[in-house]
């Protein structure tokens, strides 16, 4: 089953935006499209994205700026700049500065952009991920802190083949209590 992927396109001209949208429309993947950079910032505030695809020169917010605000809201979602030859040095310095993973020239090769939202899939897709990972280390050594704080030695046991706590039945009643898990010492005990 196709994971669902979200992709959102900032553009001041509606012609270029329905010409992503045709360019992009695909199985799993939704579209959104907005005109105007300060909805799509609103939007941003309660919908996640995992790609932000956005014009540089627009008249009611620059789209250098409006990535950076995004990044700040957003940080996995993978960020793309689709501009126009006047504002090469701008995205090439947002690029450097970590803003934009990437940046298409208008007008745009439809196998180019998508390509390089492809990319920006699995980019957002590796950062997700990383965020996963490092919450789930945190949350262990959080675990492992109460458990040496309020159930002494229990850090001590040894493991099975599996990598599973192998405890004696005075320290599993000692932790199941601490650990929220009761209902196994009981099995454990018969």
């Not at 992009?24 to 909805?39: E, F, I, N, T, W």
């Not at 020239?105 to 991920?129: H, I, M, T, W, Y």
């Not at 850090?155 to 209902?183: C, M, N, S």
Request: hydrophobic content about 45%; charged content about 30%; overall charge negative.
């Amino acid at each position: 089953m196709m994971s669902h992927k979200t992709i959102m396109c900032v553009d001041d001209e509606r012609d270029v935006l329905r010409s992503i949208a045709r360019t992009l429309r695909m199985d799993g993947v939704d579209v959104l499209l907005y005109d105007d950079p300060r909805h799509a910032l609103e939007v941003l505030t309660e919908r996640s994205v995992d790609v932000i695809v956005s014009d540089i020169e627009m008249p009611q917010m620059n789209g250098l700026e409006l990535l950076g605000r995004a990044r700040d809201l957003r940080p996995t979602a993978a960020r793309v700049v689709l501009s126009g030859v006047s504002s090469i040095d701008a995205a090439v310095r947002a690029i450097n500065d970590g803003a934009v993973h990437r940046f298409v020239r208008k007008p745009f090769d439809p196998d180019d952009l998508r390509n390089v939202v492809g990319e920006a899939f699995e980019q957002s897709r590796a950062a997700s991920d990383a965020v996963v990972a490092l919450t789930s280390r945190r949350a262990l050594n959080e675990w492992r802190q109460r458990m040496a704080a309020e159930a002494p030695g229990v850090l001590e046991a040894t493991y099975d083949q599996h990598g599973a706590y192998v405890l004696d039945a005075e320290a599993a009643e000692a932790v199941a209590p601490v650990a929220g898990l009761e209902h196994l010492v009981r099995v454990w005990n018969g």
